[in-house]
């Protein structure tokens, strides 16, 4: 089945980078979570009125043909990044948040492979729910301070 478009692609000038990793071996099943993830987080962030976005993906040790045949069911990525070997979390995040290889744009929203936005998070607040992340790049440009922002409870959150 072929997954749904984005708005703008490619997106010149990000406001967002929105970060997928996955990863082969020790018992994970590379981009099978990324199937439902990909897709709800584009309707997601298509629903956010004005937001600039960015997607990267990088994969720790799949082959490429795997990330070829996700793409070839339309995939829109402004990054596609590929480490032949699975060389972890921390390389992958360092890889592609700090080192250049992959967002452009100044602020990050992680999701990785098995993470998608909470399916209840448009129904809060009506027409003002569909603002979460524009509050928090405004919290995190107002306060110098301030890291980073949790724009939901997972699901496993008791």
Same mark, same amino acid.
């Given at each position: 089945?072929?997954?749904?478009?984005?708005?703008?692609?490619?997106?010149?000038?990000?406001?967002?980078?929105?970060?997928?990793?996955?990863?082969?071996?020790?018992?994970?099943?590379?981009?099978?979570?990324?199937?439902?993830?990909?897709?709800?987080?584009?309707?997601?962030?298509?629903?956010?009125?004005?937001?600039?976005?960015?997607?990267?993906?990088?994969?720790?040790?799949?082959?490429?043909?795997?990330?070829?045949?996700?793409?070839?069911?339309? *995939?829109?990525?402004? +990054? #596609? !990044?590929?480490?032949?070997?699975?060389? =972890?979390?921390? /390389?992958?995040? &360092?890889?592609?948040?700090?080192?250049?290889?992959?967002?452009?744009?100044?602020?990050?929203?992680?999701?990785?492979?098995?993470?998608?936005?909470?399916?209840?998070?448009?129904?809060?607040?009506?027409?003002?729910?569909?603002?979460?992340? *524009?509050?928090?790049? +405004? #919290? !995190?440009?107002?306060?110098?301070?301030? =890291?980073?922002? /949790?724009?939901? &409870?997972?699901?496993?959150?008791?």
């Amino acid at each position: 089945m072929p997954f749904p478009q984005r708005r703008v692609f490619p997106q010149d000038d990000p406001t967002l980078c929105v970060t997928f990793f996955t990863c082969h071996g020790t018992g994970v099943a590379g981009s099978t979570d990324l199937e439902e993830a990909y897709p709800s987080a584009v309707r997601y962030l298509d629903a956010q009125d004005g937001l600039r976005y960015e997607l990267v993906w990088l994969d720790n040790g799949s082959e490429q043909r795997v990330l070829d045949g996700f793409v070839s069911r339309g *995939a829109q990525l402004d +990054r #596609l !990044l590929r480490n032949p070997t699975n060389e =972890g979390l921390f /390389r992958a995040v &360092n890889d592609v948040w700090f080192r250049g290889r992959g967002c452009r744009a100044p602020y990050v929203l992680n999701l990785e492979d098995d993470r998608e936005p909470h399916p209840h998070i448009l129904a809060h607040g009506g027409v003002h729910g569909l603002q979460h992340l *524009a509050r928090a790049i +405004r #919290l !995190l440009e107002e306060d110098e301070q301030l =890291g980073g922002v /949790r724009l939901k &409870n997972e699901f496993s959150d008791g």
